[in-house]
């Protein structure tokens, strides 16, 4: 319905675990296949939960059930995470130690288990207490969405969107990238071309996701999910931010709308609020402004396509 | 194989079918709820487009014995309108969510019907007699000169053509800040409740401006918010009882005497999970879309995305009964999340002896289950068997390998139309079955 362009890696029957028991090679293969998987149902997930900029109130009991889904994979994935990173280690030690491969993962294992004990954390992870993913305001989740943010939170809100194992350093830029398609996506950018640039994005993350699995990884999930929600009025620099975003209504239109010129009240254009945001306060932790503008440019490309189509 | 819901020689065959036959169904066509009410003389259905239209069975004539009496159009009126929240900026959808009859007391019949904001008591009245002979005024309803009149007379009740009159005589507004998914009456026939997302109120019949607030779900964090409130029912005859269900797939059970916020349930339903059976989408499978006590107040039924339990009120660590609906979508959950089919509520019913369920599948699929012989039955709500008394055919899917024939493979299915709303005749074996904007009337053969 909604994710034409999405690449479906999900196969059906394949979201249950891989079989125990293979030999060594198959055995790697199927978890990383899974890996992919689930971030792939990540993403759907987190698709899922950001297309509410429709006239009606979304669904309550929907975006709770997503929610949990999101959590439950994060979970996994930073109990996964570390032991990856354990086992990795481990394997590079035998390895050099012994000159033979890596001893079958145990990690399967542990997710097994700790998909029978949702919301449990392992001991000595690093992510003692990670702050569990939270879908910002339930209620009016409209006005709060566009409500002055934390400078962090821009940042990490958009980079949840982004691959959970991703770095530090990428997340950020890549953030700002899918904060700005976000911000596109609830001002009338297509799904398509949301669809499409979240495959290529994708591509990315699954060669990231063999590579990052320091400790830095599980620093940036706390990061990315610790600030998902957005508060409202902070005082200080962002106060500029506040007032820009205090004029946006609420109601956010669907392309269709937008199109057919019917908007559910008088309003900014997503060009205008995007313009205005290069302008204006660029706080020093966002990507320079020269970032915004590439964005700006891609959203112009954007919606050539659409209206020329 | 033999029919479902009565002894060994039962058949389902088609009735009547309501409804355009157009490919392209409007979407304010679409019907969202279905109800009988307590004679199971009136049906009444509710749409998207906020309307509810009630069908009124024919007495059975003398000159055809053998057909049932049939159902037509009684009564058809606007309920609810498209309403603007200014200050979310955001709509409020008309479409009726629920509709619930009250008892019969008089010769008007009430019923309460439900948008996802505000609940509307209407009451449905007959006019068939006019009052003729006024003084005042002329027949056509001119005012008369009062020095005119020579001579008094006493109006006279004249025959008219029926009319039937629908008028909305409360409404409950302004209680619920979330999507209203039940309501239900109680058996004191004064009060009922109303539960949305994250609450429950209780409301009097004659009291529109207050109601008590007896659930509250809602946590001082919304950040916090991990499940919703997806049903509630009242207790067909404690009027102390009530239970709701969650997205979680619990269902809690409370007395109301215990205190005026019935937080803390007296009674705890849920099933431990099959660890072997575990997948991401194991909690929103396990989800409940409906829960209904049986006529006799004994068992609870409660319908999750993959099958119907069966409950025992006095037995709360697992169900004594399930049955499976669909089970071949089991490995198809990824696509069907992938579509939002995942989410589909659908709704279940018990017949009037409570010896038979049923709930809708997909495809127009709707399934029967015998609860004392545990067969079951998959027919359909199409057009092709909606020939007069046409004996309903039951259907097969094929799961893999080969497929037989009249079988149907799990990716021929059309997940566009499904049966979310059926419902059962009180006494009688008479379903109504709603497929999209069609609502099909099925009955019992007459041997």
């Not at chain 2, 039937?164 to 409360?170: H, L």
Request: aromatic letters at 8%; one cysteine or more; charged letters at 30%.
């Amino acid at each position: 319905m909604f994710s034409k362009g999405t690449k479906r890696k999900f196969s059906d029957g394949g979201e249950e675990l891989p079989e125990e028991g293979l030999p060594g090679s198959n055995e790697e293969l199927s978890s990383v296949s899974y890996s992919l998987q689930r971030q792939s149902l990540l993403d759907m997930s987190l698709i899922k939960l950001q297309l509410c900029h429709m006239l009606v109130e979304p669904n309550l009991c929907r975006s709770v059930l997503i929610a949990n889904t999101v959590r439950q994979i994060q979970e996994e994935m930073t109990h996964d995470g570390s032991w990856q990173a354990a086992t990795m280690m481990e394997a590079f030690a035998a390895a050099s130690a012994a000159g033979s491969g890596a001893a079958g993962p145990p990690e399967r294992l542990v997710a097994t288990e700790v998909l029978c004990r949702p919301g449990r954390e392992m001991n000595g992870s690093p992510t003692a207490e990670p702050k569990l993913f939270s879908v910002m305001g339930y209620e009016e989740c409209r006005e709060e969405e566009v409500v002055a943010v934390e400078e962090d939170s821009i940042c990490s809100e958009a980079a949840s969107n982004v691959c959970l194992s991703g770095s530090m350093g990428h997340c950020w830029e890549r953030g700002m990238l899918r904060g700005e398609r976000e911000l596109d996506s609830r001002l009338g950018a297509p799904d398509e071309d949301v669809d499409v640039e979240e495959e290529d994005e994708e591509e990315e993350d699954d060669n990231e996701l063999e590579g990052c699995r320091e400790e830095g990884e599980a620093k940036a999930m706390r990061q990315v999910f610790g600030t998902f929600e957005i508060k409202n009025s902070h005082p200080g620099p962002e106060s500029a931010l506040e007032e820009l975003f205090s004029d946006v209504d609420a109601s956010y239109y669907d392309l269709d709308t937008m199109l057919t010129g019917m908007q559910a009240a008088p309003k900014i254009g997503p060009y205008d609020l995007l313009d205005s945001l290069s302008q204006s306060h660029t706080p020093s932790s966002l990507s320079s402004a020269s970032n915004c503008r590439s964005d700006l440019n891609e959203l112009d490309h954007i919606m050539e396509i659409i209206v020329g189509s | 194989m033999a029919g479902v819901g009565g002894g060994n020689d039962f058949q389902w065959c088609f009735s009547q079918v309501k409804g355009a036959i157009d490919e392209d169904v409007a979407e304010a066509d679409i019907i969202s709820t279905v109800e009988f009410n307590y004679t199971g003389d009136l049906l009444a259905t509710g749409d998207k487009g906020g309307r509810v239209v009630i069908f009124q069975r024919e007495q059975e004539s003398k000159n055809r014995p053998l057909s049932r009496g049939e159902y037509n159009v009684y009564s058809t009126f606007q309920s609810h309108e498209p309403e603007f929240d200014y200050l979310k900026s955001l709509e409020i959808e008309e479409k009726i969510n629920k509709i619930r009859w009250l008892p019969q007391q008089n010769a008007a019949h009430f019923l309460l019907s439900t948008n996802d904001k505000t609940i509307k008591l209407w009451k449905i009245s007959e006019r068939d007699k006019r009052a003729e002979g006024y003084n005042l005024k002329d027949e056509d309803g001119r005012l008369r000169d009062p020095f005119r009149i020579t001579s008094l007379r006493v109006p006279v009740l004249m025959p008219m053509d029926l009319m039937v009159e629908a008028s909305p005589r409360r409404i409950f507004a302004n209680a619920h800040t979330y999507h209203i998914n039940s309501i239900s009456v109680n058996s004191d026939h004064e009060t009922y409740l109303s539960a949305d997302d994250l609450r429950i109120n209780l409301w009097h019949l004659e009291i529109t401006d207050r109601s008590f607030n007896i659930v509250d779900i809602k946590p001082a964090n919304m950040e916090e918010l991990t499940e919703v409130i997806t049903a509630a029912e009242c207790h067909p005859h404690q009027c102390n009882v009530f239970v709701y269900s969650s997205s979680k797939g619990t269902i809690r059970l409370c007395d109301m005497r215990a205190g005026a916020l019935c937080d803390r349930h007296s009674k705890f339903f849920e099933e431990p999970e099959d660890p072997s059976s575990r997948s991401f989408f194991s909690e929103i499978i396990s989800s409940i879309s409906d829960v209904k006590f049986s006529h006799s107040g004994r068992y609870m039924m409660t319908r999750d995305y993959l099958s119907v339990k069966v409950w025992d009120l006095n037995m709360e660590n697992r169900p004594v009964e399930t049955y499976q609906v669909h089970e071949y979508l089991r490995s198809k959950l990824c696509s069907l999340y992938e579509n939002d089919c995942i989410f589909d509520k659908f709704e279940c019913c018990w017949n009037g002896s409570d010896s038979a369920i049923m709930t809708g599948s997909y495809n127009n699929f709707f399934r029967m289950f015998d609860r004392n012989t545990r067969r079951d039955i998959t027919l359909e709500a199409s057009r092709e068997n909606s020939k007069p008394r046409a004996i309903l055919k039951p259907r097969k899917v094929c799961t893999g390998g080969k497929r037989k024939k009249d079988e149907i493979s799990v990716d021929s299915l059309d997940f566009n139309k499904k049966i979310l709303h059926t419902a059962w005749h009180p006494k009688e074996n008479v379903i109504a079955v709603a497929a999209t904007n069609n609502l099909y009337i099925f009955q019992d053969k007459i041997n």
